[in-house]
């Protein structure tokens, strides 16, 4: 079955930092790659999105690159703010019907 | 923009009791998917429907049940509730299943 990996523990970051969060996968056929933030409290909100091989999904300052051959979508931003403090899950959806199948989260804090 | 409403947003219950959570997906959006968090879990997916017919089947319990109405409305049906259905379900929407999905605020279910 489909499968989300995510790096494991929190990531603790100053502001204006560079972030990388891993993120691999295992799927059958070709899935489309998702990275969703939870804020504290709220429900998840779609942060970007890569529907095929070598596809790069961008928002707000956020970047991931649909990689086939390395089965990743690394989550990436050049500079991070305190307002960026949330978890971040990975996710797929595979070709039958659309179910996302998510990542363990990534807690991440940034600090002034 | 319309997002996403699910009522209640908040829920408590005691064991064995029943429970009924309800989804207004975004308008013009015919599907929608079920989603149970744990605490400090990932999000697990539960069921989906597409045009008013079940679509995909996950990890639900044989007490839950679920529909999907003709205004596309859907609703979560929990029985003999267990200490474990304590978590955050999530109720996403999206246009067609293969369209991202959309995430409401989720409903918060304690069971004492």
């Known amino acids: 079955g489909n499968s989300v990996t995510q790096m494991e523990g929190p990531v603790t970051l100053s502001e204006e930092a560079f972030l990388t969060i891993n993120c691999t996968y295992t799927a059958t056929g070709y899935p489309s790659l998702f990275w969703y933030v939870q804020y504290p409290g709220e429900g998840l909100q779609l942060l970007l999105k890569?529907?095929?091989?070598?596809d790069k999904g961008s928002n707000k300052g956020f970047e991931a690159t649909y990689r086939k051959e390395t089965t990743s979508f690394h989550l990436e931003k050049g500079s991070v703010q305190v307002s960026d403090s949330a978890v971040y899950f990975c996710a797929l959806s595979g070709t039958s019907y659309g179910k996302l199948t998510f990542g363990q989260g990534t807690i991440l804090t940034v600090h002034p | 923009a319309a997002g996403v409403i699910q009522s209640p947003r908040h829920l408590i219950k005691e064991k064995r009791e029943t429970a009924t959570l309800k989804c207004y997906p975004i308008?013009?959006?015919?599907?929608v998917y079920w989603y149970q968090q744990g605490p400090g879990q990932d999000p697990q997916f539960l069921i989906s429907?597409?045009?008013?017919?079940?679509?995909d089947k996950g990890s639900i319990p044989d007490r839950f049940s679920a529909q999907q109405f003709s205004d596309y409305h859907s609703e979560l049906n929990m029985s003999s509730l267990e200490l474990g259905d304590s978590a955050l379900y999530f109720c996403a929407s999206s246009l067609d299943r293969r369209n991202e999905q959309y995430f409401g605020p989720g409903t918060r279910l304690t069971v004492t």
């Open positions: 890569a529907t095929k091989a070598d």
């Open positions: 429907f597409y045009e008013k017919m079940q679509s």
């Open positions: 308008p013009r959006h015919d599907t």
